[in-house]
């Protein structure tokens, strides 16, 4: 597993640490429910890769992140570079603007219509984010695009203040929370998905009939997707927004 320290290597820290924190950023504001802010982390976030692109292109690059006067146009202008990899010289160029027009015009142009589209363009964010840094980790650790989302699911490990990590250990700080929040803050941790026995190390639980019992519930009432056949746990919407209110409360 990358580690966050060896995470895009040869790019300056000035570079590598404005990134891991803008992502992280975005995960924890779609976790919590901010759907703006987590758009207005997605046009740093385009910013910050925007930089690594070029600065990869030319073969030396910047001490720290530039915004372009046109975002667009820029972008456009690395479609012209060769001896790079296609994804550096097409495919992000191109999904980078549309990433940035989240940012610039949605959300407020909507306020006062019919549908709200912060959910969906805050999804797309995410997604998209989440993409990128896997090419970036799969192009510059020359990894199978596999290992590197493995990589990137490591690395952005969204930050849940209740809950403490340590390498593969993790535990939650409350030890008069409920069984079942200590699985949705643990499942929480993890942006992608935690597993049965990775829940159940963490949590420590007297008797595994209860552990499994709770789980169920929390399936049955839609906070979580368990697949039972691969012990796959993942946080539905109405069980980040019942985290969301622990982490509220919690300040």
């Not at 910047?62 to 097409?90: H, M, T």
């Not at 697949?227 to 927004?241: R, W, Y």
């Amino acid at each position: 597993m990358i580690n966050r320290a060896s995470f895009l290597f040869g790019v300056p820290n000035g570079l590598k640490d404005p990134l891991l924190a803008e992502y992280d950023l975005i995960l924890q504001a779609y976790l919590e429910a901010k759907w703006t802010p987590a758009e207005l982390s997605g046009g740093k976030f385009c910013e910050i890769v925007y930089t690594i692109l070029h600065g990869h292109a030319l073969g030396s690059y910047a001490s720290s992140p530039s915004k372009p006067n046109n975002f667009v146009d820029a972008c456009k202008r690395l479609e012209q570079n060769s001896g790079v990899p296609r994804s550096f010289q097409i495919l992000i160029p191109r999904i980078l603007p549309a990433l940035y027009e989240v940012r610039n015009n949605r959300g407020v142009g909507h306020v006062g219509g019919d549908v709200d589209p912060n959910f969906m363009d805050s999804t797309f964010v995410v997604s998209t984010a989440r993409w990128v840094m896997a090419e970036l980790t799969r192009v510059f650790h020359m990894l199978t695009p596999d290992e590197a989302q493995k990589a990137v699911d490591g690395l952005a490990t969204t930050v849940i203040p209740l809950v403490w990590h340590n390498g593969p250990v993790r535990r939650v700080l409350n030890p008069n929370a409920s069984m079942l929040d200590h699985i949705l803050l643990l499942a929480s941790s993890s942006p992608a998905f935690i597993t049965y026995n990775e829940l159940k190390n963490a949590i420590e639980p007297k008797t595994e009939s209860y552990l499994k019992r709770s789980i169920r519930k929390l399936h049955k009432d839609r906070f979580l997707e368990f697949d039972e056949p691969t012990g796959k746990i993942m946080v539905l919407p109405p069980g980040a927004s019942h985290v969301a209110s622990l982490i509220s409360k919690s300040r």
